[in-house]
């Protein structure tokens, strides 16, 4: 079993709606939880952290932390087309070490 | 300010060649990690320096690979006899402490023939 999984898709999900993302870890002292996205070809660029179990909200996003269920997500709400990417999902896996163990990441198409 | 960068982009080396990848991580930054991204998959942690300090290589996946940060600042990946199966993206990280979030570098694309 991986370390932290996501479905790889592809998504498709209309302009406008919710776009929703999901990630399971196993590691049951993992302490953050961090949503990358990454347009093809490029680096991935930090869109959320969250830290403690419930939502943290930013603009269009939304992350979500169960940590009891190991699993954490993504909504993006009012999808646009510039949404289109790989989202990945990372989870520093042990108290005080530094590495992010990343999902294989989730395909995104925002359709117009 | 400037973030993380990296060099070269693209690199094209023969099999059995070495091969010498840099990355310049934001100025000020202690931390520098090292990740290899397959295609079509999440990046893989390589190894962390703290400031000058190798801390953990334990995701190097042979001894054909080393890494050095010998200032502090700038990291150099080297890959002794490259393979085939030694393409793929090279993303140099960095952060400004324990636990802060990790900015990318562009990355530098691999391919061994």
């Known amino acids: 079993q991986k370390e932290v999984e996501q479905n790889s898709g592809p998504l498709s999900v209309p302009e406008g709606a919710i776009a929703s993302l999901n990630c399971t870890y196993s590691d049951r002292v993992s302490q953050s939880f961090f949503w990358y996205r990454q347009y093809s070809g490029k680096s991935p660029e930090l869109i959320m952290s969250?830290?403690?179990?419930g939502d943290k909200e930013d603009g269009r996003f939304t992350a979500q932390l169960n940590k009891a269920s190991q699993y954490v997500s993504l909504l993006i709400r009012d999808s646009q087309p510039s949404d289109s990417a790989t989202y990945l999902c990372a989870v520093n896996s042990e108290w005080g070490a530094q590495k992010l163990v990343f999902g294989q990441g989730t395909r995104l198409t925002i359709n117009p | 300010g400037a973030g993380v960068s990296q060099s070269p982009r693209y690199k094209v080396a023969k099999r059995g060649q070495d091969v010498a990848l840099r990355c310049d991580p934001i100025?000020?930054?202690?931390?520098l990690f090292w990740y290899q991204q397959a295609l079509g998959q999440g990046p893989e942690f390589l190894t962390y320096?703290?400031?000058?300090?190798?801390?953990?290589k334990s995701g190097l996946p042979s001894d054909r690979f080393f890494a050095e940060r010998p200032e502090g600042s700038v990291s150099t990946l080297k890959i002794q006899r490259t393979q085939q199966e030694d393409s793929a993206v090279y993303l140099c990280a960095s952060s400004s402490g324990v636990q802060e979030t990790q900015y990318f570098g562009p990355g530098t694309r691999l391919l061994v023939l």
């Open positions: 320096f703290q400031n000058e300090a190798q801390l953990d």
């Open positions: 100025s000020g930054h202690v931390s």
């Open positions: 969250i830290y403690s179990n």
